[in-house]
T-cell receptor, first 112, second 113 residues
Framework: DAGVTQSPTHLIKTRGQQVTLRCSPK?????VSWYQQALGQGPQFIFQ???????QRGNFPDRFSGHQFPNYSSELNVNALLLGDSALYLC???????????FGPGTRLTVL | GQQLNQSPQSMFIQEGEDVSMNCTSSSIFNTWLWYKQDPGEGPVLLIALYKAGELTSNGRLTAQFGITRKDSFLNISASIPSDVGIYFCAGQSVYNQGGKLIFGQGTELSVKP
């Protein structure tokens, strides 16, 4: 049973560029959430996707956008990158029947 | 962003000792989750709690959902070197079912052999 997978593992970008991160959910999961984790902090909720729609959003600017595909996989897009966007981006998935979320290994984004 | 109050921030203990950490919230939660995170990796779920007063064990780990629904604790008995890592509590507010998890700041655990 495959767990949550994310790609790429690491990414280096420069300010102003755009980035796309990808997540494949754990088998049987249909809901995908994205979190940003700065160094030394707990994860912060960005948004959640269910049935290909954004269902809930945290306190992040519109530069952060996402998408969910029919196979439940998801993308996180960040435009006009800032130095402060450097962080570990985590994807978490769950089924609609439980609140328990399972995390992927994350994508380490460095903005120079 | 909103966070839970998790304590202690760090612990340095001897192998074989027991460990206790806790989280408190100003609002009522309907779910408490405990995760362990190793450097550069994603959080791994340790224990999930869904009812006030619930006490759940996973091997040497025991966690409880507080009666007030505003707190939770995690105990680790007879610690071993592989317990080293950062432990996070996470909760889901009753006003936000099925939605975002709110995380504590983490407890960094170091175990001396």
């Amino acid at each position: 049973d495959a767990g949550v997978t994310q790609s790429p593992t690491h990414l280096i970008k420069t300010r102003g560029q755009q980035v796309t991160l990808r997540c494949s959910p754990k088998s049987g999961h249909d809901t995908v959430s994205w979190y940003q984790q700065a160094l030394g902090q707990g994860p912060q909720f960005i948004f959640q996707y269910y049935e290909e729609e954004e269902r809930q959003r945290g306190n992040f600017p519109d530069r952060f956008s996402g998408h969910q595909f029919p196979n439940y996989s998801s993308e996180l897009n960040v435009n006009a990158l800032l130095l402060g966007d450097s962080a570990l981006y985590l994807c978490a998935t769950r089924t609609g029947r439980t609140d328990t979320q399972y995390f992927g290994p994350g994508t380490r984004l460095t903005v120079l | 962003g909103q966070q839970l109050n998790q304590s202690p921030q760090s612990m340095f203990i001897q192998e074989g000792e027991d460990v206790s950490m806790n989280c408190t919230s100003s609002s009522i939660f309907n779910t408490w989750l405990w995760y362990k995170q190793d450097p550069g990796e994603g959080p791994v779920l340790l224990i999930a709690l869904y009812k006030a007063g619930e006490l759940t064990s996973n091997g040497r780990l025991t966690a409880q959902f507080g009666i007030t629904r505003k707190d939770s604790f995690l105990n680790i008995s007879a610690s071993i070197p592989s317990d080293v890592g950062i432990y996070f509590c996470a909760g889901q507010s009753v006003y936000n079912q099925g939605g975002k998890l709110i995380f504590g700041q983490g407890t960094e655990l170091s175990v001396k052999p």
